[in-house]
């Protein structure tokens, strides 16, 4: 919880019951995706009294400031948006790999990759942003089933 009052802080954000309580949530899971559904039931299981409704809000309001990353992904046959605390800094800049069956996530250590990114994009009179970059794969594990 300390660690999610210091995080709404830096991002002069009221700590309020809703964000402490979605905060902590993601930061016990670490990188691991979760659906906002999956968040709701987490909440609900450990007492709290959040609507499914309130859980899609705060998420909105912690993904607007950067807390909270958030993207779609391929869910076995579906494609649902799934939620994960946020990355900081230079640590938001590396890319990672993620597997699309388990959502399990891998950073991985290309140094050169968004500067090439960046350039392609002004090569095409696009605007380069610092969003993450994740590349979506099938990992050995559930290539197998």
Same mark, same amino acid.
């Given at each position: 919880?300390?660690?999610? /009052?210091? /995080? ?8 309020? *019951? ?19 559904? @999956? ?14 409704? =309130? *859980?899609?809000?705060?998420? %909105?309001? /912690? ?10 992904? %391929? ?12 990355? *900081? ?13 388990? @959502?399990? =996530?891998? &950073?991985?250590?290309?140094? &050169?990759?968004?500067?090439?990114? @960046?350039? /392609? ?7 380069? &942003?610092?969003?993450?970059? *994740? ?11």
């Amino acid at each position: 919880m300390n660690k999610a /009052l210091t /995080l709404l802080k830096s991002k002069g954000l009221r700590a309020t *019951v809703a964000r402490l309580q979605l905060l902590s949530i993601l930061e016990e899971t670490g990188r691991a995706r979760m659906t906002a559904e @999956n968040i709701f039931m987490r909440v609900s299981s450990e007492g709290g009294s959040l609507s499914l409704a =309130s *859980v899609y809000r705060v998420l %909105k309001e /912690l993904s607007i400031s950067g807390l909270v990353d958030r993207g779609w992904y %391929k869910e076995g046959q579906e494609i649902r948006l799934l939620f994960s605390l946020g990355r *900081v800094g230079s640590e938001r800049a590396r890319p990672e790999i993620v597997c699309v069956m388990c @959502n399990r =996530s891998m &950073d991985i250590q290309l140094p &050169d990759l968004r500067p090439e990114l @960046n350039r /392609l994009a002004e090569e095409m009179s696009l605007q380069p &942003d610092d969003r993450p970059i *994740v590349i979506q794969v099938t990992c050995p594990n559930c290539a197998g089933k």
